[in-house]
């Protein structure tokens, strides 16, 4: 059940396909590919030697409630302060609070590692630094000054508070309330859902929590966003005194067993207004960004994690004889190779995708202008529901292949690969789940801008086909297949913005398979153009000659397997909300 | 999380599209609709009052293995005693050993109900009955006498042994040993995945043992099947001597709690030679058609069981306000009816393949002639592996919609719909991958006979295209929806025949992809034979026109939003095996 980080993967994925090199010239960072290297090896061995054996712990031997409040799973302690010393949460982290000021895409190849090494662990840091996010954008320079230092080395811990048993997607229906006292607030309600709420890992925990001042608007535009620590601090930045904020209890779920699911109870517990009041759901969405790129990564790590598994077991397991009375392991038997080849194939292109749009923060921060900020900004937000909604969906299919491939034996538990099933099936739900994706997509990232943003985006898909076809590409199903694919995406694009002003239901019920179809497309958008790089590498002679070859194979077995997807997915863009709404709801 | 049997859906579908009374007229049977309605309505009544409330006993307190030999969960012994004396394990079986005579079409009808009722229990007669079926086929008149009053009478239960740890799939490794001893044969080897292998709701249970004799030729031809039971018997017939078969340990699995798979150890068993020697293989297909088909339908009943459960969820939970201060229930939201009509249409198509490849065997058995029966039995054949992989690999994807639809709390086991997405990965595994199914399909049932019973079904399928055509069927997507499907179909099977003359690899590339395309074309064709059924019957008044009418809703919603994966199928099909194979091992 070992995990070696793929990081000649990962090294093509950001040389070739990211042009890491450039980004960083046009950017603030020093970093470069040399130095992107050596990160990603140094987290390829914390990955493997510390986090990933632990990874089974977390799962038999789950997080607990005791009277002390949560106990994490044995050995988690122990490795968060390793993680935490090692500056693993600090590397995206800007300079004026400790941080390395590492692009955020280099951030993100590294975060891979933890999620796939033992994603209930990495849960802990990646809220962390969701949390940090939100602080540093949002906060007054006192309270970014007050808490950052400690988020950013480490020592202290961040969650974020957002659901109620009656708000889930629906945060208008918050009640949570927040009264001022003095130099602060007292927050009173309910939060669950909240990943590792509570914890003895740090002296910290450091919650955002949304909440209702007194006087706020009903709705969305009522809600606030507020710091409430588990202890309250001393004059010397100290935590002192314990707050008023508890788990009450934990989740008995499916999977991530070693991450501590709570219901949060906030009974008049002190807290410090972020930014402006009644501004909480606008600071929720920088936030929400972030975190949904950070899910869709998930889906990618547990993928990559369940295909390592899969495939030892396929070279390994026997199953038939050859004539000359050697046995035969299953990776030579062509269902099982095209098994195998769908999670690697997938899994690259979701890599490219969550790199490619991960990226594009980076070149927001590095833009010279307010335009081409305001570009980079745009297609950031417009690919994070592709990466969230795309990526989680494919790692339900692809985590399912990986118990597949083994058999009777991935039923078994002790095997592992169950597991990797069990943790991937939260990845569609939380942080908005694919339904709330797409519709985000549909709706405020497409619709709302008559969709010049996804225009755009074609309009670049289209210059790389037009690229791919001047090439003179060999292989000519991965010419015409992202041909193909393109123009479903264009086509269901032109439905989409049609179809919308005459049928109110259309978007919504057309959403999800708009999603996936643009899932399919950028993937295969990043494997053309990886392809086309490794094809001229191969012709110049340069690099790893079998391990270019393959990349050109995977490209071709996407194309050929994967992008043909985008055909059913159309048809159901075009079939209107009719066929999804005229039924009568005691019919069902 | 009760279960209520969706008898009218069941009877729809016996009654207009398997044409049951006719059927049965046709048939050795006394049944009819009336009869069968009335033995649905008991089996519905058992299910949800008996079996239903144990489901979630079985998962949460699984089997245990003690000193005494298996002990099955609480609740379970006291269910299998009424189970047997309501006589549910004879329903099928032959009147000459007690049983009932009635169609396998209304026992598979019947089956359902248990599967989705509690599928970890219903594993116990389900197996049983596959052994009787192996037994009534192919053991000598004594050996029927002796052994099937008892099992028929549910006093004694079956098992299947064919599994060895380096024999799954590859039957041909198999290594126990069978050593004639006077007038029986001592049995001796290790088998696993065995399925109910032991317990103590019964005084007996008939292990049928796959073995090798001394003299057998190596590989498949070598392979003999023998009865091994768990007690010998006196003279009077009754369970006398503990025999050498000892349950060693029960596996840890992802779910089906409920249902014990044990490792069986056979030290020196005596045991009964079942037929001939040497023909184990050609009696395990008999057997295996029969149990895929009942795979198949557990398919079916755990994603019925899923649907229910989200279905009332989405009725149930609300989410958002309308302008009027009132909550909206989220069954009201496109994308979850978009999710809920996905589970709806695609069980009622699921169902409607299960019972009309079921409904075979009954007019192979009540054929006038031997062409009739042949082309019956070739169809049951044909149809079995479709059964088997099209309808486990849906219940993946529908039990994790039902997941997906409860948010949040799809993902907190109390909720049940983890479970059935637990249970439900077990099913494209055992009796056969699906990747076995869809060589199966392809080799043996196709390319074997050059095609010729595809061809018979694609040509009755073309007739139904066309009587629907020609019913000037008022939705057009429907008609062209189906036509669409069914020249896909087409060019697949053309394609097929080329290919695997050229390409040895094709069939194996190809294989799953083939048989998913036509496991969406035949659920499509029960679809929309059923649609055109409903649609006459409204024109003439008849019926319920609210559940009618809901008929040709979920039709056209499959026409729509199912069929157009045929295209993506077919593309894969199409792509040949070069992309497959090409890859060097090494490269994965």
Redesign the interface.
Known sequence: MSYIHPYKDTAFCLEQIVEFDALCESGESDANMELAVAVLDEAGKFGADILAPLNKTGDLQGAKLSDYGVEASPGFNEAYQQFAENGWLSLAATEDFGGQNMPNVLNTAVNEVWHSANMAFALCPMLSMGAMESIAHHASEELQNTWLPKMVSGEWTGTMNL?ES?A???L??IKTQAVPEGDHYLVTGQK??ITWGDHQMTDNVVHLVLARLPDAPAGVKGISLFIVPKFTLDGAGEPATRNAVNCLSL?????IHGSPTCVMEFAGAEGYLVGEPNKGLVYMFTMMNHARQAVGLQGLSISERAYQLA?AY??DR????RRDGSRIPI???????????MM?SSIEAMRGLALVAAAELDRAAGASGETQKAHHSKRFELLTPIVKGWLTEMS?ELT?LG??IH??M?????TGA?QH??DA??L???EG???IQ??DLVGRKTLMDQGASLKLLLDEMQATSEALSQSAYPEN?VVTGFEQALKDGMDAYQHLLVSAENDK?HA??A??NFMMLFGYLCGGWTMVKGAMKARAMLDAGDGDQ??L??KL??A??YC??ML??T??CL??VK?G?D??????????
């Open positions: 659901t009656d889930g997607s629906d208008a229906a669950i859902f989740e008995h779920k499916l999977g495939l396929a070279k026997v199953q038939g004889t990776i030579e038997f062509p269902d099982v190779r095209r098994m195998l080849l690697k339900q399912s118990v597949q058999g009777g991935g039923y078994i538990e002790e169950a099933l069990r099936r939260i569609t739900i939380y789940t694919t339904g797409a519709l199903s239901h919504g019920s959403s999800t079998d391990f070859n393959a194979h995977t071709r077995f050929e397997h043909p997807r055909k059913s048809a159901v079939s909300s066929v999804v709404m005229a039924m009568p709801g005691e019919q069902f």
